[in-house]
């Protein structure tokens, strides 16, 4: 990795917050000190998802049941199954939206989403989450799981929705309020620590840039731009 130390007098942030109070470092002088202990306790109440995706790619042979469209996507509420979210890349790419209408030789493009809590869940293994929600969704589908007809990888994402419990939004707007101190802005749904659409995290980031924008290039007094008393006395005569 390379390294490379600059100076700066405003930062925008869309790290983790958690992961970013663990990166920063306070100086006393040439001496590192620790975190405030409340900004520390704060951090340790922000909780997040971890993300299990399944990819899968399943041979249009190997589904038993080709009739009526093909979802782009649909949640399954079941506790003994363990994707919450399953969709359909191919069908925002590919003009057949139904599986009675693919080609003999398609493969059929299937994205499975698991979420744990590591808080709760500490001991899982991805690995074998795939292997069992593979065998789920062929019986949801009716597909042929054998290797023949499906393969499938997994992607773990460390971090993926934020926990909105009680503790989020206080936790959260401490260590923003503390970050802002030294003229570091967090945006987007990491850095602001809490659900948004894609827009509104757009627009977080756009609205903290003129916010900084602003700080370094003040607007300048309008009544700079005004004669003076004198000004207007000397102008009438």
């Given at each position: 990795k390379i390294k490379k130390i600059v100076s700066t007098d405003y930062v925008l942030s869309s790290i983790p917050l958690p992961n970013l109070v663990n990166m920063i470092t306070l100086m006393d002088g040439d001496n590192p000190k620790n975190l405030p202990p409340y900004i520390a306790a704060a951090a340790s109440k922000l909780k997040s998802l971890t993300q299990i995706c399944v990819n899968m790619v399943v041979h249009i042979s190997a589904f038993s049941i080709r009739t009526g469209p093909a979802p782009d996507w649909f949640y399954i509420y079941d506790n003994d199954i363990h994707p919450a979210r399953v969709s359909f890349p191919q069908r925002l790419c590919s003009n057949h939206g139904t599986l009675e209408l693919a080609k003999e030789d398609d493969w059929v493009a299937i994205q499975a989403e698991i979420f744990r809590d590591k808080s709760i869940d500490k001991d899982f293994d991805p690995n074998t989450l795939a292997k069992e929600t593979v065998t789920q969704l062929s019986k949801l589908l009716s597909f042929d799981p054998s290797e023949e007809f499906c393969q499938y990888d997994v992607i773990v994402n460390d971090r993926s929705y934020v926990v909105s419990d009680?503790?989020?939004?206080e936790a959260a707007g401490i260590i923003i309020k503390w970050l802002e101190g030294?003229?570091?802005?967090?945006?987007?749904?990491?850095?602001?620590?809490?659900y948004m659409w894609s827009d509104v995290a757009y627009f977080s980031g756009k609205k903290a840039a003129e916010k900084v924008f602003n700080l370094m290039c003040p607007p300048a007094d309008q009544s700079d731009n005004k004669p003076s008393k004198s000004n207007k006395e000397n102008q009438s005569d």
């Amino acid at each position: 990795k390379i390294k490379k130390i600059v100076s700066t007098d405003y930062v925008l942030s869309s790290i983790p917050l958690p992961n970013l109070v663990n990166m920063i470092t306070l100086m006393d002088g040439d001496n590192p000190k620790n975190l405030p202990p409340y900004i520390a306790a704060a951090a340790s109440k922000l909780k997040s998802l971890t993300q299990i995706c399944v990819n899968m790619v399943v041979h249009i042979s190997a589904f038993s049941i080709r009739t009526g469209p093909a979802p782009d996507w649909f949640y399954i509420y079941d506790n003994d199954i363990h994707p919450a979210r399953v969709s359909f890349p191919q069908r925002l790419c590919s003009n057949h939206g139904t599986l009675e209408l693919a080609k003999e030789d398609d493969w059929v493009a299937i994205q499975a989403e698991i979420f744990r809590d590591k808080s709760i869940d500490k001991d899982f293994d991805p690995n074998t989450l795939a292997k069992e929600t593979v065998t789920q969704l062929s019986k949801l589908l009716s597909f042929d799981p054998s290797e023949e007809f499906c393969q499938y990888d997994v992607i773990v994402n460390d971090r993926s929705y934020v926990v909105s419990d009680l503790d989020r939004a206080e936790a959260a707007g401490i260590i923003i309020k503390w970050l802002e101190g030294y003229n570091i802005y967090p945006i987007g749904t990491f850095g602001q620590w809490k659900y948004m659409w894609s827009d509104v995290a757009y627009f977080s980031g756009k609205k903290a840039a003129e916010k900084v924008f602003n700080l370094m290039c003040p607007p300048a007094d309008q009544s700079d731009n005004k004669p003076s008393k004198s000004n207007k006395e000397n102008q009438s005569d």
